[in-house]
């Protein structure tokens, strides 16, 4: 990354927009910041670091803090970089969040932070946050890394190489891409928590297990049970008494079942005989109750016959019913055509009342039609002779038109004349002024060359001597000297007035033309317009008035031409109208004539139909007894239902006859056979059956209760005995596998006890970090002039946080090893300078996707020895710009300001404000 263009507007220190031009300063080299205490040296490092980042250099400077305090209400605070990265050109700009004048009204209104970044293919990305993290993942540093490793921010220089080894891990993961070693020592010390949590799991499953063992008091084995709940004896013990309590349950289960099988069957015998004598005390109740009922069934009986024998006498008369109904039913249909008739005739008259009701209308509207039909051929002949005046009002119409439109051109001319005139006159005093000026000029030119000329014959009469020839006139003698004027113009001053004169020159020369241009086209357009006047009006005094009031007459009569050919029109378009119109009348008028013979017509033939149905029903109805078909058919009905209700009831009757007469053998069948049955059964005591039954059912709830017991109880501990020996497997497995992935993370975290705190992350950095040291002591060497060299720490001094990024420095004068915190101010800003120097070479050769074209140094060389250290320091700045980095320091100490050609000057005027510029 290198910047090409910085613009800062109301930005710390500087008011208004300043630009700064950082490709003059090259693409390599170094460059100086230079200027007074507190003009704002250092904003210029802020200014690139918060468009990069949204942050200044510095950590006591916050982004509230950028706005210019000088700046005006109005102006927006901004900073926009454009900078080269991997040969594309990107720009970014950004703005903090500030109080700014209201765009409308009064007072002040709060403008938000925003940043924009735009990419070389011309895509925009907006938003702080979005904008930071684009370049971030552009450059390949945040803010953190890039001002450690590219701009050694003023007090922060020390930051880096006093780091401890936490903080250069954060460091160099992101320059050197580590992170996938952090991740793989996370993803080992997760197994390992993982696999030590399962073994817990399968630890505290086993353990619920065996607290789940079931096992009588009265067992011998129970006390080994308990023993085993309170974790005093091994898995594969608990197992031996798991497979005993399981074989004891199941000769339990034998012996039981063995017993269950001899109660069944002597329950099955108990069963039996209680069943018969049920059966027995039922026939006995049976019997009683069958001979209480029969007496009453034979009476129901009775009863029953002599209803059907009722029954049967109404069954006679039914075929006299059935006769009168056959009858009525044969002249139904006569009493349908009745009704047909019926309704032929009402059918008939209501045609003829609505015939009537149409002839009517149809009269009325015929009559109207004929009257409309007059009205409107009167009309037409009153307009027989309409349309000859159209054509004649058209002609009309036309030449006022031409004469508006002569007259509108006229009007025109007048005020282009007018124009002309005021051109003409513009043009002869500008004419008037250029030759007043002109003549000025040439005056004081011709002044100006005669006493030119006259300094030239002075200058010349100088040099005389008597009785040498004069140059000019070759005489001897001098009697009379020119004279050297005071006043006397120099060379250039008459070359610059005689230009001045000949300028005016051509000036008065363009004004005379332009205003005879002007003069004589107002001359040629007040000849068209006497030429057009005449063609109107004949003679032209009095022009004016006489144009206004012949326009207005000719506007007048155009009107009223409009509004004669407007009422023309109507006219025509009325007798058009009529004309299609009055056909249009004279058929309606026709078909309404016709529709009226069509009504007489069917008005008629209703008539003779309504007089033919009358006497077919007079001729119909002469024979039938009653009113209408409905009565007719509702006596037919009445007659039937009758008929089948004296049938139904005839049924019903025999019927409940019959059923009364079966229920009476069967009841005396029953009794019978009841009484046969009680003389051949055994006698059997009831009561102590049911007392025996009791008693073997209880036994055998007992046992059956036991026998499940047993069952839930072996279950229970075959199933026990089922997953306390498949965890116990599994368990084996995870342990084995835990303490080699226990042992592989502990070693990658460096967390192995009585051992340097070193993690795989940790170990790989150290290889970087070595090639660092090695890059950074190449400078720090000479800078020191072979006095330091810096050194990886080898050894931690304790064994219980993380080590392995510690740096120390060897003292080659002394021999010794110390602190690199030990180092004076001078020495500690040449060692943070080579190891950031160091740091950046290495990032840039090391981890793809980073490079950094230019470094920033903010203060620092005034701590060190102009004699000796500045000197070295320099020389080793010098060293590593040779490629193609830009280094920019800036530094107040004056043997920098001489050395360093390439500059950014910042100044401070009495008010505080600042201005910047590059010399180069």
Known sequence: MRPLHLTM??????????????????????????????????????????????????????????????????????????FSHRGQTYEVARNPEYERKKQRGEGLTIEKANAELYLPDGVVISGKKEVTSAVEELLGVDR????????????????????????????????????????????????????????????????????????????????????????ELPIEKVLEILAELEREDVVKAQKIQENETQIDEELEKINANIGQAEQIEKMQRELQESQEQIPKLCEERELAKEQREQAKKEQEGIEELLRQAAEIHLELSKYEKVEKLDQMIREAEHCVRQNEIQLLEKEERIQHLEIELEKYKTELQSLTDTGELREKLRHELERLDDKIQKIQQIKARQRDLAERKKEAEKAQKEYLAADEVYKKKKQVYEVMDQAYRDGQAGILASRLTEGVPCPVCGSLEHPKLAEISNEVPREDELEKAKMTYEQAHENVNEKAKKASVCCAEATEAERYLKEELSQLLGEVTDAPERIKALEEETKENLLQRQKQLAEEE???????????????????????????????????????????????????????????????????????????????????????????????????????????????????????????????????????????????????????????????????????????????????????????????????????????????????????????????????????????????????????????????????????????????????????????????????????????????????????????????????????????????????????????????
């Open 9 to 82: 507007t109301a930005f710390g220190p500087y008011a208004d927009t300043k630009k700064l031009d950082m490709e003059k300063l090259g693409k390599a080299g170094l460059y100086l910041i230079t200027g007074d205490t507190g003009a704002g040296k250092t904003t210029v490092f802020d200014a690139i670091c918060y468009a990069l980042y949204g942050r200044p250099s510095g950590e006591n400077r916050e982004e509230w803090m950028l706005r210019s305090t000088y700046a005006d209400s109005d102006t927006k605070t901004e900073v926009r970089l454009s």
């Open 144 to 231: 953190e890394q890039f001002t450690q490793i590219a701009m050694l921010a003023q007090g922060d220089f020390l930051k880096l190489l006093i780091a401890p080894t936490s903080e250069r891990q954060e460091i160099f993961r992101r320059l050197f891409q580590t992170e996938r070693f952090l991740n793989l020592q996370k993803k080992l010390a997760g197994e390992a928590r993982e696999l030590y949590g399962h073994c817990q799991d399968l630890r505290k499953s086993m353990e619920q297990y065996i607290q789940g063992i079931l096992c009588e008091e009265e067992n011998v084995l129970f006390l080994e049970v308990e023993k085993a709940k309170k974790k």
């Open 570 to 920: 109507k006219k025509i378009e009325r007798k058009i109208w009529l004309e299609k119109k009055i056909p249009e009348e004279e058929a309606a008028c026709g078909s309404e004539k016709q529709s009226r013979e069509e009504l007489l017509a069917v008005r008629i033939k209703a008539a003779e139909t309504m007089e033919n149905a009358k006497k077919q029903k007079q001729e119909t109805a002469a024979d039938l007894h009653f009113s209408g078909y409905r009565e007719a058919e509702e006596k037919e009905q009445s007659i039937r239902r009758t008929v089948k209700e004296k049938q139904e009831k005839f049924v019903r009757a025999d019927k409940a006859y019959q059923e009364k007469s079966k229920a009476v053998s069967s009841m005396e069948g029953t009794i019978e056979g009841l009484q046969k049955a009680m003389k051949t059964a055994e006698k059997l005591d009831l009561e102590t059956l049911l007392e025996r039954q009791r008693s073997l059912v209880g036994e055998r709830s007992i046992l059956s209760e036991k026998i499940k017991e047993i069952h839930t109880r072996k279950k229970t501990n075959a199933d026990i005995q089922e997953n306390i020996g498949r965890n116990a497997g599994e368990l084996s497995e995870k342990e084995k596998k835990y303490a080699w992935v226990n042992a592989l993370a502990a070693t990658a975290n460096g967390t192995l006890a009585a051992k340097d705190k070193i993690s795989l992350e940790t170990y790989v950095q150290m290889t970087y970090f070595d090639r660092i040291i090695t890059r950074a002591n190449l400078r720090f060497m000479k800078m020191s002039d072979g006095q330091y060299e810096l050194e990886r720490v080898r050894e931690a001094h304790n064994k219980r946080s993380q080590s392995g990024l510690e740096l120390c420095v060897i003292d080659h004068y002394n021999g010794t090893r110390r602190s690199v915190k030990s180092l004076s101010g001078g020495e500690s800003f040449m060692a943070s300078l080579s190891l950031a120097l160091g740091l950046s070479d290495e990032v840039q050769e090391s981890a793809g996707g980073i490079q950094i074209d230019t470094m920033f140094v903010d203060e620092g060389f005034g701590s060190l020895d102009t004699e000796k250290t500045l000197p070295l320091a320099y020389k080793a700045l010098v060293g590593i710009t040779e490629g193609q980095k830009l280094v920019g320091i800036i530094s107040h100490v004056s043997e920098l300001k001489e050395k360093i050609d390439k500059q950014i000057v910042v100044t401070k005027d009495t008010t505080g404000r600042s201005n910047v510029c590059i010399r180069v």
